[in-house]
Nanobody
Framework: QVQLVESGGGLVQAGGSLRLSCEAS????????MGWYRQAPGKQRDMVAR???????TYADSVKGRFTISRDNAKNTVYLQMNSLKPEDTAVYYC?????????WGQGTQVTVSS
């Protein structure tokens, strides 16, 4: 079983920055891709960013140039640096990890960007 715990969410004004962290525990390996998704009220959960064990990243068009995903395999942790935040970035952000058997999700952390 894999557990993911997010942290770093909060309230920030437009144009500000936040860094989210997600620490994985359990039966995990450095080869697992990890990512961040977000879900706003009334909307579907969408992928924000993804990173492979080799550091290959993928971003949603809406966050390119503003968000940066990174990982520290030694700490089993993935980060999402969010800069130039906009009110439309407001959502619950979820960490995920892709394994050979299933995809794991964290509990989510709220990010609220005020206008």
């Amino acid at each position: 079983q894999v557990q993911l715990v997010e942290s770093g969410g909060g309230l920030v004004q437009a144009g500000g920055s936040l860094r989210l962290s997600c620490e994985a525990s359990g039966r995990i390996f450095s080869i697992n891709p990890m990512g961040w998704y977000r879900q706003a009220p009334g909307k579907q959960r969408d992928m924000v960013a993804r990173i492979t064990s080799g550091g290959i990243t993928t971003y949603a068009d809406s966050v390119k140039g503003r968000f940066t995903i990174s990982r520290d395999n030694a700490k089993n942790t993935v980060y999402l640096q969010m800069n130039s935040l906009k009110p439309e970035d407001t959502a619950v952000y979820y960490c995920n990890l892709e394994s050979r058997y299933r995809t794991y999700w964290g509990q989510g952390t709220q990010v609220t960007v005020s206008s």
